[in-house]
């Protein structure tokens, strides 16, 4: 069965679509599965760009036999070594034996790190700027350091304007037959989420590449995950920018909050009553229900971050804990913060919460810590009400 994509007359999509996964990287879940693209080019010369995850080695190998259709295999290019673009090398190198691999120099040595010596291929390292003749096509090389692992590596083919972005430009999400973004809409929010999770670390390199490519008259992004890019090519760079700079790309608020018993959580829902009163869009998650990818997209989105969470054992309460440390792990940055706490006998965390952000940059804490007691009545109550103004002044 013949499950391959023509994208141009020269290039055709030859990757797998795996709608089973439950946790990508071991750690995000993937509800509308996730795709491993590779993509083959037929020139004078035969260009196989990455591999696939082994889950879809089945139907990438009948792919790629099919499309190469008894031609050899000429060069395998290399973007990037995380396994699941590159767990199925050891085939394509045993069954075209004699394929080229084309590589950034760090690759070598993981080509070496992850098959035990068994690649035995001849490996052309390439750097920046470096050029490859195919017959029609020249292939210049990008160099893309730790977007988001260090030997990562992009292509841009001058005769057809495509780049290959490795990691960078992809989405959670499978193709469900579909190749390109001509034929079927971005899900922008899983492409959020996959950026600012995957990648969003990284926002000095992958703003080192943008300027890079900025240079570059693109006409095609042919990611590793996710569809290609055609028509989404300007307003998905912008995004990048805006994303990679941590700029906010509209205002409204995010209310993420954790409650034991439901009293912090009404509290959250008094202030969200209060925005709204006031016309700001807010989007509100229970973290300890909400899978914190989903959250840390939002906190990229916006600008303006509540933090609500009750003190557990004299500390932050564990979900709030382990969202606060993946919003600083992931660089959050250029952000405004309102932390409400709660504590039935002795409130501790919001200042331990305001403590996590103390290296952070450019984070602007708004008004002081409202505590509440138990439950919030009364002055609480007031206080809430109090932060919602000052909230609207930053995010109207
Ligand atoms: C297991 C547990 C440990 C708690 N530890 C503290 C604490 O160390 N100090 C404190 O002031 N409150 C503590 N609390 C109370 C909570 O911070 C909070 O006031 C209470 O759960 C009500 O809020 P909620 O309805 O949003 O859960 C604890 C609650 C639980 C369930
Ligand atoms: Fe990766
Ligand atoms: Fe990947």
Redesign the pocket.
Known sequence: MNCTRKITDDLIWVGGNDKKLSMFEGYYPVPSGVSYNSYILKDEKTVLFDTVDKSEFGVFSANVKNVLDGRKLDYLVVHHMEPDHSATIEWVVNMYPEVKIVCSQKTTAMLNQFFGGRITAETVEVKEGDTLETGKHTLHFVMAPMVHWPEVMMTYDSCDKILFSADAFGSFGTLDGAVTDEEKETDMDEARRYYTNIVGKYGPQVKAVLGKAASLEINMICPLHGLVLKNGIEMMTEKYLKWSAYEPEEKGVLIAYS???????NAAYFLACKLFEKGLKVRMFDVSVTHSSYVIAEAFRVKNIVLAT?????GIFVTMEDLINELISHNIQNKNIAVIE???????CGKLVKAKFEKSRNIEFIGDTVTIK?AAGGEAADKLAELAELIAEKAQ
């Open positions: 409650s034991v018993y439901g009293n912090t959580e009750t003190t557990y054992n004299n709660n504590g039935s006998w002795a409130p501790v138990s």
